[in-house]
């Protein structure tokens, strides 16, 4: 019972409104400021159900003062990028443990840029084999954290990360 009061709240389900090609793109935002709260959606995309990791994640960061949105099971990567958008994040953390990651990610990747929201800091955390790495991190993921990493590691990467996009005038 206490691991879901550690969840802000759940994502809302994407709605399923048909946009015309030119609109698809998600309106400019201006960016936020320096002292605004870091939004992370924390997302479980593919087939894999296993998110007791996921949950302690969103905990750890929600008590370092971050704003959490958690996805739940089973996310499509449209999924993903929709609740991304509609909850305006400044972080897409994905939690992976399926070994669909070389399928998944790029797509969610590739999915951020096309909606105009490519300069989220997408990160992975869960099962990812070391020779994966440099192809992911070519992909755009600034980071990957692997089972063991001390709350505190990505607690200040995520940081770091977010105040670096902000000061060069992105929306993360």
Do not use: C, N, W
């Not at 949105?69 to 994905?94: C, F, I, M, N, R």
Request: hydrophobic fraction near 45%; proline fraction near 8%.
């Amino acid at each position: 019972m206490a691991v879901k009061k550690a969840v802000a709240r759940k994502a809302k389900p994407a709605r399923s409104r048909r946009r015309s090609p030119a609109s698809s793109a998600s309106p400019a935002r201006p960016p936020r400021s320096a002292e605004a709260p870091i939004r992370v959606l924390v997302a479980k995309p593919g087939l894999d159900g296993h998110d007791r990791g996921a949950k302690v994640v969103a905990a750890a960061l929600r008590d370092a003062g971050f704003e959490v949105v958690y996805s739940g099971l089973h996310q499509t990567p449209e999924q993903v990028v929709e609740a991304a958008l509609q909850e305006d994040v400044d972080v897409v953390g994905l939690s992976m443990h399926s070994g669909a990651h070389m399928t998944l990610v790029p797509r969610i990747v590739k999915l951020l840029r096309d909606r105009g929201a490519g300069d989220k800091v997408v990160v992975i955390g869960g099962i990812v084999p070391e020779e994966d790495v440099p192809a992911l991190k070519a992909e755009g993921v600034a980071e990957i954290f692997g089972p063991g990493t001390p709350t505190a590691a990505f607690v200040s990467f995520l940081r770091e990360a977010v105040r670096e996009r902000r000061e060069a005038g992105g929306s993360a």
